[in-house]
């Protein structure tokens, strides 16, 4: 069971970028699913949730408005688009799927860059 999440790169503050959470081995459509995010010297922030319908989504307080967290069942795939980057949103970015209570499946990381 693997998640992989991908999509990230350096980008310009203002810029947009999609990225990607994908299963092997795990129907995602069974499972919650979230974004976190560590910048370098921070700890692990919230940033998004969905449950496994896709009709409820959480976000983080300094990504409202600015990111969304759409998932297609069907494709076995989660995203994550963020619009208006900020360079504080410099972190990776990791995909996790929920078991009651916990995100207990995390994918690999990819790193997001915000140039100011």
């Known amino acids: 069971v693997q998640l992989q999440a991908s999509g990230g790169g350096l980008v310009q503050a203002g810029g947009s970028l999609r990225l990607s959470c994908k299963s092997s081995?795990?129907?995602?459509?069974?499972?919650?699913m979230g974004w976190f995010r560590q910048a370098p010297g921070k700890d692990r922030e919230f940033v998004a949730s969905?449950?496994?319908?896709?009709?409820?989504?959480d976000y983080g307080d300094s990504v409202k408005g600015r990111f969304t967290i759409p998932r297609n069942n069907a494709e076995n795939t989660m995203y994550l688009q963020m619009n208006g980057l900020y360079p504080e949103d410099t972190a990776v970015y990791y995909c996790a799927a929920k078991r009651g209570s916990e995100y207990h499946i995390w994918g690999q990381g990819t790193l997001v860059t915000v140039s100011s």
């Open positions: 081995g795990l129907p995602l459509g069974n499972y919650p």
């Open positions: 969905i449950n496994r319908s896709g009709v409820r989504k």
